[in-house]
C-alpha cells in the first residue's frame, strides 16, 4: 500500500514540478531574507516604503515590457509546442514584438523621466534611475519572453538553474550597493535586477542558441499579433495597473498615517511574497499549461489544485501566525516590531487570495478577455476603495483588512462567474490516471 501511495505521488505532475522547483523557491527565500534584513538595516522602515514604491512600479514596467508575451506565450507554447510550424511562428512574433517594445518603452522611460519621478517618488532628483532602466529595456523584454517561452515547454529544471543563479547574483548585487551608498544604492540595484536576470540566461547557452534557431523573420505572423492582443488588454488591467494603485495606496499611508507605517506595511507584503513564493511558481509552472492544454477542465484542475495545495497552506499560515515576532526579528529588524498586528489579516487575505487567483488563470488560459477586464476591475476597484476607506477609520491595520475583504468578495465573484463549469458534473479527463492508479 505504501509502495503504491510513493509510486502514486511520483507519477503525479504536480509533485513533480513542486519538488523540482522547491530548491529554486528555498534559495529565493534565503536570499530574500538576506536582501530584506540589509535593507531593514541600512534604510529602515522608511526608506523601505520608498523602495516599495520603485519595485511596484517595476513590476508594471516588466509586465508592459512583455506586451501580455509572458502569459501568451505560455499558453500557445504549451498548446502547440508539438507542431513545429505553429512553434516557430509563435517564438518568432514574440521575440520580434518583445524586442521592438523593448525600444519603445526604452525611449519612453528616456523621455517622461522627470513627471515618472515626480509620481513614484515626490520628487526629480531620482530621474537618472528611469534613464538607466531605459537602456535596460530590451535586455528585460528578451529576458521575459525566453522565460516564458521555457515555462510553455516545461523546462522546469532549466528554470530552476537560472532562477537560482540570478536571485543569488541579484541579492549579492544589492548588499553591495546598499552598503556603499544605503537608500540610493537599494534603489539603483532594484533598476540594475532585469540586466542581471537577462544575463542569467546564459547559463543554458545551449538551450538558449537552440531557442533562437527557432526565430525567423519569414515566420512572424499578423495573427498571432492579433492573438496576444488579448493578453495585452489582460496585462494592462492586472499587472500594469495593480502596482500602480499600490503606489497610490502606500502614497495615502505615508500621507495620512505616517511614512514608518508605509514602511511596516511594505515590510509585512514582502513577508507575504516570500511565502507566496511556491504557490506563485506552482502558477506558473504547472496551472496555467495545464488549462491551457486541450482537453482540461477547470473543475477538475482546480479541485486537484486545492486538494494537493490549500492544506499545506493553511498548516503553514498557522506557523507563521504563532511565529510572526520571531519572523520579523529574523528577517526584518526589532523596529519593524510594529508591523506584527498586521499578520492576522494579510494572512487571511493571502488564503483567499490562492483560492481565487487558482479559477482566475482559466481566464488566461481560455482568453476571455471581456469577462477578465469586468471581473479585475471589481478587484482592483474593491481594493482600492475598501483600503482608503478602513486607513481612515482603521490606521494602518485598515489596509490588510481591505485586502482580506477584498479577495474573499473576489473569490465569490469568480466562483459565481464559473459556477457552471466548477458545480456541474462533468466527466473527468485530467489527472484520471492519478486518481485511478
Known amino acids: ?88 511562428t509563435i517564438v518568432s512574433s514574440g521575440f520580434i514584438v518583445a524586442l521592438s517594445i523593448g525600444f519603445l518603452l526604452g525611449i519612453a522611460l528616456f523621455v517622461f523621466a522627470k513627471p515618472l519621478s515626480a509620481f513614484v517618488f515626490n520628487s526629480d532628483q531620482y530621474i537618472y534611475l528611469f534613464k538607466i532602466s531605459a537602456f535596460i529595456m530590451p535586455f528585460l523584454t528578451v529576458q521575459v519572453f525566453f522565460v516564458a517561452l521555457l515555462n510553455g515547454l516545461k523546462k522546469v529544471k532549466d528554470l530552476v538553474l537560472i532562477n537560482i543563479v540570478s536571485y543569488i547574483s541579484s541579492a549579492g548585487m544589492i548588499v553591495y550597493l546598499m552598503s556603499i551608498n544605503q537608500l540610493k544604492g537599494a534603489l539603483l540595484a532594484i533598476v540594475l535586477t532585469p540586466l542581471v536576470l537577462f544575463l542569467s540566461l ?38 500594469i495597473m495593480m502596482p500602480f494603485i499600490f503606489v497610490v495606496i502606500r502614497n495615502y499611508v505615508i500621507n495620512h498615517v505616517g511614512v514608518d507605517e508605509a514602511g511596516y506595511w511594505e515590510g509585512m507584503r514582502k513577508i507575504s511574497n516570500y511565502f507566496m513564493l511556491f504557490v506563485y511558481t506552482l502558477f506558473q509552472m504547472y496551472l496555467l499549461p495545464s488549462l491551457s492544454e486541450k482537453n482540461a477542465l477547470l473543475k477538475n484542475v482546480v479541485s486537484h489544485f486545492y486538494k494537493m495545495v490549500l492544506p499545506i497552506v493553511l498548516i503553514c499560515f498557522l506557523v507563521i501566525y504563532l511565529l510572526k515576532v520571531f519572523i520579523i526579528k529574523l528577517v526584518l529588524t526589532d523596529a519593524f516590531l510594529p508591523m506584527q498586528e498586521l499578520f492576522l489579516w494579510q494572512l487571511i487575505g493571502d488564503f483567499f487570495r490562492i483560492m481565487f487567483l487558482t479559477i482566475s488563470y482559466q481566464f488566461l488560459a481560455k482568453r476571455m478577455v471581456g469577462l477578465y477586464m469586468v471581473c479585475e476591475a471589481i478587484y482592483m476597484l474593491l481594493i482600492y476603495f475598501l483600503s482608503i476607506y478602513f486607513i481612515d477609520n482603521f490606521g494602518l491595520v485598515g489596509v490588510v483588512k481591505a485586502h482580506a475583504l477584498s479577495c474573499f468578495i473576489y473569490l465569490f465573484v469568480l466562483l459565481f462567474v464559473f459556477r457552471k463549469t466548477l458545480f456541474t458534473p462533468q466527466v473527468s479527463t485530467i489527472h484520471e490516471a492519478d486518481e485511478k492508479e
Open 1 to 88: 500500500m505504501f509502495k503504491g501511495l510513493l509510486s502514486k505521488l511520483k507519477s503525479n505532475e504536480l509533485i513533480q514540478v513542486a519538488s523540482v522547483n522547491s530548491l529554486s523557491v528555498f534559495v529565493r527565500l534565503v536570499t530574500g531574507f538576506i536582501s530584506s534584513k540589509f535593507t531593514a538595516i541600512f534604510i529602515g522602515p522608511s526608506g523601505m516604503a520608498i523602495t516599495g514604491n520603485l519595485v511596484n512600479f517595476s513590476q508594471s514596467l516588466e509586465n508592459l515590457s512583455s506586451l501580455g508575451f509572458k502569459n501568451g506565450m505560455i499558453k500557445f507554447v504549451a498548446e502547440y509546442k508539438q507542431d513545429e510550424s505553429r512553434f516557430k
Open 202 to 239: 546564459f547559463l543554458r547557452f545551449n538551450l538558449f542558441l537552440k531557442l533562437c534557431q527557432s526565430i525567423s523573420i519569414s515566420s512572424v505572423s499578423k495573427a498571432f499579433f492579433l492573438k496576444i492582443l488579448s493578453f495585452f488588454s489582460m496585462t494592462l488591467f492586472s499587472g
